[in-house]
C-alpha cells in the first residue's frame, strides 16, 4: 500500500509539472486606444505601458475606449506545450486575440460561449524553445474597465472551473433552499417581511450567476447584456436590502420620516436605471457617466440613513439592531469603496468587486435570522398556548371545587338542620299531637324558604344584583354582632346579565366568609360603581390582613380569581399585616339578555 502511495504521489507530482508553466517565459503592455478607432496596423508599440503578468490593470471610467495588450510568449523547454492565455475579467463586453493570420472573439456581449467558468481564455500551443508575440484587444463600451493577464494550464482550468461550479451550485442550492423556506413561512404567516426577503435573495442569486458567468456559460450563451443587467441587477439588490433592512426594524413605523427618505432616494435610483437604460439604448453615451455617480451618491445616503435608523432603533430592538450592523457594514464598506474609486479619490487599482461575497454573507444571517426568530415565536406560542390550557383548566378545576363545596355546606347544613326537625315531627306523629306537628312543619317551611332564597335569592334570576347584596349583609348582620357591614353603590344599574349577577353574587360572598373567618375585621365596607363599560366590586375591612408576597392563595381567593377570569375581569387584592385589606375588580359590561 505505501507503494502504491508513494508512486501516485509522484504521478501527479510530474504530472502537475507536466501541466504547470513553468518553462514559459512572458512580457506584456498595453495601449489605450481612446476612441476606439485604431487597427492592428495602426499600432505603435513605443507607446505600450509594460505591465506584469498578475497585476490589475484598471483604467477607470471608459466611454468607448479599447485596450490593445502586447503578450510576447517563449518556450524555455525541449518540448510543445500548450498553455491559456487568461483574462481574468468575465464582465469585458469583447476580447479579440491575434494569432498570426487568425482571431478569435470571446467575451460577453458575443454570442460565444466561455470554454472554462472561472475565466476568459485562449489556447496556445509553443513549440519547443518558440516565441509568440501575441496581440489582444479587450473593449468595453461603458463602464469601469479593469483586467489582469495570466498563464493557466489546462488541467489548472479544468479543476478551477469544477470547483467554481460545485461552489456556486451549493451556494445557489442554499439560497433556492433559503427562499423555499420563507415563502412557507410567508404561507403560514402572511407577513410582508418574508416577501422582501424572497425578492432580495432572488436578486442576490440572479447577481452571482451573472458575476460568476455561470448564467452566461450554462444558461443564455448567447444573451449579449450581461454586462448592463449585472449592473441593474446590483442597483435593485441595493434598494431591496435596505427597504428589507427598514422592514427588519420596523423603521417604517417606528422612524416614519427616514423610512421615507429611503424610500425616496431608492426611487431616485429606479429613476436613473430607466434613464440609463434610455440613454444607452439610444447610444448618448455622454451623460451616463453622471448618472452613474449620482447613482453612487444616492447608494451612499440610503446607507448613511439606514446606519442612522439603526442606531436610533438599538435602544428599541438590540438584537436585531446588532445582526443589521452585522450583515449590513460589508454592504457599507463595498458602497463607500465604489463612491471613492467612481471619484477617483483611492487607487485605481483597488478591487471593489466584493458585493458577490457581501451578499452570500448577508442573504444567508438574514435567512438564518428569520427562520430562527419564527421558530422562536412558533415556540413561545405553543408554551403560551400551553399555558393558556392550563390556566382555563385550573379555572374549571377551581370552579367545580367550589361548586362541590357549596353543595357539601348545602347537604351537611340539610342533614344537621332539618333532618334533625324532620325526625322530631315523626315522633310527634306517634303521639297525635297535631297542634304541635303543625307548628313544627310550617317552621320547617319558613326556614326553607329562607334558606333558598340564601342560596339563590328570587331577585338574582332578574338582574337585581344590588338587592341581593343588600338582603344578604342583611341576614349575616342580625345573625352576628361582632362586626358591621356597610354597603353602598354609585350608578350601579339596577339590573344586569343573569349570569354575570350570579357570579358577582357568588364573588361576594365568599369574599365576606373569608373576611370574617379569617381577618377577624369589625367594620366591612362593600362598594359598586357602575361604568360605560365596565362594573367595579370594591371590598375593603380593618382585619389582621396579610402579607401578600409571603402568603399563598387559599382555596377561597383561588376560586374568586378563576370566577373573575371567566368574567375577562380582573382583580387587584392589597394588604398587609394589620392594615386590613383591599379587593378591587373590574369586570366588563355585559348588555343584559
Known sequence: MKIILSISCLFFTFYYLAQSNSGIESSSSYFIDKNSSLQIGDLRFENFIPFERGQNVNIGYNENSAVWCLISLKNTQSKTVDT???IDNNQLDSIQLYNNKSVILIGDRTNKTNTFLSTQAFKI???????KKLIVRLKKVVSFMDFTFELRSEQKLVNSSKNSLFLLS?????LFLLIFFNIILFIINKQKLYILYIIHTSLTACYIMITSGMAKFFLFPTFLYFSEFRIYTASLWFISI???????LGI???QRKKYNTILVLNGINLLIIVITILLISTNNLQFLKLFSILGYFNFIGVIFITLWATFVNYSINKANSLYVIIAFLPNCIWGISVMLKALQIIPKDINTDWLVPISIYEVILFGYILIRNYFDTFQKNNLLNRAIVRQKEFAIASVTN???KERSEIANLLHDKFGSQLSYILQLISTKDTILIEQNIKLISTELRDFSHQIMPKSLEDG???SSIQDQIDFRTNLNTEYSICFSNYDFPS???TKLAFNIYLISLEIISNAIKYAKPVEINIEFYGYDDSLVFQYTDDGIGFDNESTSKGFGLTTIESRVISMNGKIEISSKLNEGTLIQIVIPKITRK
Open 84 to 86: 491559456w492565455i487568461c
Open 125 to 131: 500551443r509553443l513549440k519547443p524553445n518558440e516565441e
Open 170 to 174: 451549493f451556494l445557489m442550492g442554499i
Open 242 to 248: 435596505s427597504i428589507f433592512i427598514a422592514h427588519f
Open 252 to 254: 417604517n413605523k417606528t
Open 402 to 404: 367550589a361548586q362541590i
Open 464 to 466: 337585581d344584583l344590588i
Open 495 to 497: 339590573q344586569i346579565d
